[in-house]
């Protein structure tokens, strides 16, 4: 144990090794209490009295919904008839009882996690707070204020929209807001501190809301609390991990305090004991865990999390206590010179671990409305499909605690972009002010959650500078502003916050970028790789000059059919219809007047597929081109290794039932691409590729030290079972990394087969390891639409097992891309929108989070039947 007898007003370094001694077991009561005030809150338009129930954390909109002044936005056009809503101030407001205890406390403040944005709070009529950002939580000392008995908490939101009118008003230049649904000459969202989405994207509505976002709470206390903890990883040695930080107390009552650290209820790492002063108090210390358990991402090992425990307390007893869940690991992202340009990968306790994920946004554009079950849906659908990493977009929001913490328990890293996303910001200095208080707020507040891995400034606003046209748009001298508005945000304000207060994080000025923050080269830093979709190149370009990191890239498809049952009725069911052509977001003027996401999603399918008349073959042909083209993206990225060392696809989920890039849709269904992703992010895959005529056959493995053998079989058949070629081999499994292992001459195979043609027949790989793996792919020589797929009679059993089906299914020749739907619209299914080998027995699961009815129905979609049907035509 260490004694000071000075005052920690300033910063004094403190080295203390890990005591043995065991706690008492003793209860720990904090006089630190926080009473809850979400409930009874009612709400009303100003300037009406008409009030009705409200929900906290909640929205208006969710609000009037429950109370039936609105439909559901999400169905048909309804959204176009709540944008109302935005355009209105609202008064939210509630009591509470407060007696003389509470009255008789040093402290009382009032505590908002979030307010949804322009808004004013009054406390028994006394003007307490003017909030004008979302993403800060403000603290409020409000003793003065308070009144024995009832007391009456008033907020007053002004309209988003008419405050951002009145910003842009005083400006004579444009800044560019180009994802938001609004005329040019009224989009306002770039001045207001809110989440940007809920002004409208490529893939989501246009809903400004306003309201309580997050829990409201009143914090007591007497002497002191501890206001904040940083605890960061200072390095790992073999048998131990050193680990450093500092806590921020702050006191009313100074004098002898003591302060410790207890880890997973076994021992004191911390010991502390202290004369603090009045006010803020920082407190560092580092400490030793001998044997430490390491955090690990998914599929390298556990992400084991210690239980610390902070206590503060005196001679009187407990004064607080903050407990945290806390993961012991290194993480660097490395940037170092090569022959190419600079590396970029993430290091994981020494070891580089190629990232596999996808970029994820709020689950609703009503963001509170997220219920925990969602957000353990969206991590169960990450691990399932083998992902180790997320990217939190900047047009979104700071999540809630609840997503970092599932990241933990899931070794999942976050790349955290800060809220700016495809646009400019305004330079006056109380706008880069209440910005610094956001990042500010938002680091401490995420910093101690061993899977952040790296702040990220903006999103595409670099490369929006340089290649939007924004630059030119401007007079020299508001060129010069701007660019140096730019230059505060990215290179001073938030690397100055980050460094601060989560030195042990990396920040990365803007996404994409290359190093030194310059525009992305595919040399060094990340890329976004448009060139397929809103560049229309063929998906063989994603193998072409493959960047080191891909943080963005993707392909659009419809919901499938029981989704769109939900928002669209029969009428609608066209590509053309009025509803999808308003549930598309993704306008692409630049290519022809009206053309959209949905012409691009059919120009890319007359490329690969047969188009098919009925709307219900179109959208599963829709999917299946999604899945395709992220297989041969992550395919393509993973056979890079190590130049290339990160695929973070755009994107995993919906935030409402619409066409988008997700790979799962709003109602948690997986589309075509989310199985296979599943299968190109496993830990080991083969993956053979056509390049100019010859079939090259690849290797990729995650394992950290592998040694596995394995056995290699490649074989050549036609569609109807019969195998024309087969080389068996014994393999080394590669040890995080990629390997060339074969490779095939198409010219060789139409020599050695008689009447070889390409279109009949196809090449599979089967690797079989010692750990009984047994890992597939296939290649085929043409384009889906050109291979000569031969009718195919399916045969199928289900065989019900007590909590869902399991269905056997064979064919009597290759099936491609077989989907099964069944009536019931909560099934998922344990394998779907896959190849089916002549003759070949497959089991999938059918479960579902209900009863399944007796009588399920089942239909079949193939390209198989595609191609049949475009023969009868």
């Known amino acids: 144990m260490i004694k000071d007898n000075h005052f920690y007003s300033n910063t004094v370094y403190i080295l203390v090794i890990i005591s043995m001694c065991l706690l008492t077991g003793k209860d720990i009561t904090a ?3 926080n009473i809850e005030l979400n409930k009874e809150w009612s709400f009303s338009e100003a300037g009406s009295d008409q009030w009705m129930s409200a929900k906290v954390p909640g929205t208006v909109h969710t609000d009037l919904l429950t109370n039936d002044i609105i439909e559901d936005p999400h169905y048909r056009l309804n959204e176009d008839r709540v944008q109302w809503i935005g355009e209105r101030d609202w008064i939210y407001k509630t009591t509470f009882t407060a007696d003389g205890n509470l009255l008789n406390s040093n402290k009382v403040e009032l505590i908002f996690e979030g307010l949804d944005t322009y808004s004013d709070v009054y406390l028994n009529d006394h003007l307490i707070l003017h909030a004008d950002n979302m993403f800060i939580g403000w603290e409020v000392d409000v003793k003065e204020h308070l009144k024995e008995g009832q007391n009456e908490l008033l907020i007053y939101f002004h309209s988003p929209v008419k405050e951002g009118m009145k910003k ?22 770039v001045f207001t501190r809110k989440a940007p989405f809920h002004f409208g994207w490529d893939w989501g509505p246009r809903l400004v809301t306003s309201g309580i976002w997050r829990p409201v709470s009143l914090r007591v206390w007497d002497v002191g609390r501890i206001e904040s903890v940083y605890v960061d990883t200072k390095y790992i040695l073999e048998n131990e991990a050193w680990l450093y930080g500092y806590a921020e107390i702050e006191i009313i009552e100074p004098g002898e305090y003591r302060f410790s650290l207890n ?10 004991e202290m004369n603090l002063a009045a006010g803020t108090n920082r407190i560092p210390f580092e400490f030793r865990v001998d044997e430490p358990k390491l955090w690990w991402t998914n599929g390298l090992g556990e992400p084991y999390l210690y239980d610390f425990k902070f206590e503060l307390t005196n001679d009187t007893g407990a004064v607080d206590h903050l407990n945290l869940n806390f993961g012991i690991r290194t993480l660097r992202l490395v940037q170092e010179p090569d022959d190419i340009g600079r590396t970029f990968y993430f290091e994981l306790n020494g070891v580089p671990v190629f990232m596999k994920g996808a970029n994820v946004i709020p689950s609703e554009t009503l963001t509170p409305s997220v219920t925990t079950e969602v957000y353990e849906r969206l991590f169960d659908n990450t691990l399932a499909a083998n992902m180790n990493m997320l990217r939190v977009w900047g047009g979104a929001i700071y999540e809630e605690a609840l997503f970092y913490e599932l990241a933990d328990r899931s070794g999942i890293l976050i790349w955290q972009d800060f809220m700016f996303a495809c646009n400019l910001s305004p330079g006056d200095e109380p706008h880069l002010e209440n910005i610094r208080k956001e990042a500010e707020y938002n680091v401490k507040r995420l910093r101690n959650y061993p899977s952040i891995a790296v702040w990220t400034g903006n999103n595409e606003n670099l490369h929006g500078w340089h290649h939007w046209g924004w630059k030119e748009s401007y007079d020299p001298e508001t060129r010069e502003f701007m660019w140096r508005t730019y230059d505060r945000i990215f290179h001073e304000i938030l690397p100055d916050v980050v460094n601060r207060n989560a030195p042990g994080t990396p920040y990365w000025s803007s996404s994409p970028s290359s190093y030194g923050n310059t525009l992305a080269d595919r040399r060094s830093g990340d890329e976004h790789d448009w060139t397929i979709w809103f560049g229309q190149e063929p998906f063989s370009s994603y193998g072409r000059n493959v960047p080191r990191f891909i943080s963005e890239y993707g392909m659009q498809a419809f919901p499938g059919m029981h989704t769109i049952r939900e928002f669209a009725e029969p009428s609608d069911f066209d590509m053309d219809s009025e509803v999808m052509r308003h549930r598309q977001r993704g306008t692409m003027e630049y290519i022809a007047p009206g053309f959209d996401g949905n012409d691009m999603i059919k120009r890319y399918m007359e490329r690969y597929y047969p188009v098919p008349e009925e709307f219900d073959e179109f959208v599963y042909v829709s999917q299946i081109m999604h899945g395709m083209a992220y297989k041969t993206a992550i395919e393509a990225h993973r056979r890079n290794m190590p130049v290339t060392m990160g695929s973070l696809y755009w994107q995993l989920n919906d935030s409402w039932p619409t066409i988008s890039w997700a790979t799962v849709d709003y109602y948690g269904r997986w589309k075509a691409a989310h199985y296979k992703v599943r299968d190109a992010y496993r830990e080991t895959i083969i993956s053979p590729v056509l390049e100019e005529n010859n079939v090259q056959i690849f290797i990729v493995s995650d394992r950290i030290a592998s040694g596995d053998k394995g ?9 109807f079972g019969r195998v024309v070629h087969e080389v068996k081999m014994e393999v080394m499994l590669p040890e995080n990394s990629s390997e060339w292992v074969y490779s095939l001459s198409i010219e060789e195979l139409s020599q050695n087969i008689s009447d070889f043609e390409a279109s009949e027949y196809y090449l599979s790989a089967t690797l079989s390891t010692e750990k009984n793996d047994s890992i597939e792919n296939f290649l085929f020589f043409e384009k889906p639409s050109d291979l000569r797929l031969p009718k195919a009679e399916i045969e199928y059993e289900l065989e019900w097992d007590g909590s869902g089906y399991v269905m056997s299914i064979r064919s009597d020749v290759f099936v491609k891309d077989l989907y099964i739907e069944a009536d019931e619209n909560t099934l998922h299914f344990s394998d779907n929108f896959f190849d089916l080998e002549a003759g070949v027995l497959k089991e999938v699961r059918i479960s579902s989070g209900k009863e399944v009815s007796d009588d399920l129905e089942i239909r079949f979609y193939s390209v198989n039947q595609l191609i049949q049907d475009t023969k009868s035509d």
Request: hydrophobic letters at 40%; a negative charge.
């Open 31 to 33: 006089q630190v209490k």
């Open 711 to 719: 056995t290699l079989v490649i074989k050549i058949t036609d569609f």
């Open 263 to 272: 880890l997973d209820d076994q021992n004191n790492a911390v010991e502390i």
């Open 168 to 189: 842009l008003s005083n400006i004579d230049y444009y800044i560019p807001a180009i994802n938001e649904q609004a005329p040019m000459d009224q989009r306002t969202s």
